[in-house]
């Protein structure tokens, strides 16, 4: 098994640019989501799916947008990236939600995104 | 307002001693807490999960703890290894019990 998988793992863009961060997993979990990691502030749910068809917000959504059309992946878009996107960002997955059960999350490699 | 916090940004012991870190909540009622190691450049990896009924938690040099009337999780190290030094993250699930919410994290050095 790969796990979870982020493409790309390093990324420059320029403000008003637009983007796609890729995320896949092969463990056939239904729970995924998208985390950004700043400084001191430790990982911020940004969106997440509980299974293929179903996506809501997290805690900062505002400037990204998700779909699941399938179970394995999970893509993340930015629509006109801002400096303040500027972040590193990580995709997550595990087989059910946090209260459902006491499923452990798995984490892919992440991708650091720098918007001037 | 919900809070996590982790007792230090960084944390610096000698090897061969025991880390203490600490994971302190506000105004979450989790049903159970877990804690995750981050190396530099890589994505969190899951280390040991406590349930609020249970009181303490052991998996080869690492122990965990967790007190739901101070609202507190410990994590110890013992032995502590130039190896052991990493971020290390809790994390509980959300009052609605959809998601899981982090602390800001501990970066840990153990000084050979």
């Known amino acids: 098994n790969a796990g979870v998988t982020q493409t790309p793992k390093f990324q420059v863009l320029k403000t008003g640019q637009s983007m796609t961060l890729q995320c896949a997993q092969d463990?056939?979990?239904?729970?995924m989501s998208w985390y950004r990691q700043d400084p001191g502030m430790g990982l911020r749910l940004i969106h997440y799916?509980?299974?293929?068809?179903?996506?809501d917000q997290g805690e900062v959504p505002n400037g990204y947008n998700v779909s699941r059309s399938t179970t394995e992946d999970f893509p993340l878009r930015l629509l006109s990236a801002a400096p303040s996107q500027t972040s590193v960002y990580f995709c997550a997955s595990s087989y059910s939600q946090a209260g459902a059960s006491t499923d452990t999350q798995y984490f892919g490699p992440g991708t650091r995104l720098t918007v001037l | 307002s919900q809070k996590i916090e982790q007792n230090s940004e960084a944390l610096n012991i000698q090897e061969g001693k025991t880390a203490t870190l600490t994971c302190n909540y506000t105004?979450?009622?989790?049903?159970?807490l877990q804690w995750y190691r981050q190396d530099p450049g890589r994505g969190p990896v899951f280390l040991l999960l406590i349930r609020e009924n249970e009181k303490e938690k052991r998996k080869e040099r690492l122990k965990v703890t967790f007190d739901t009337t101070l609202k507190q999780s410990l994590f110890h190290i013992t032995a502590s290894q130039p190896a052991d030094s990493a971020t290390y993250l809790c994390a509980l699930a959300d009052n609605y019990g959809q998601n899981f919410v982090f602390g800001p994290g501990t970066r840990l050095s153990v000084l050979p």
């Open positions: 463990m056939n979990h239904e729970y």
């Open positions: 105004n979450y009622s989790p049903a159970y």
């Open positions: 799916s509980v299974g293929a068809g179903i996506t």
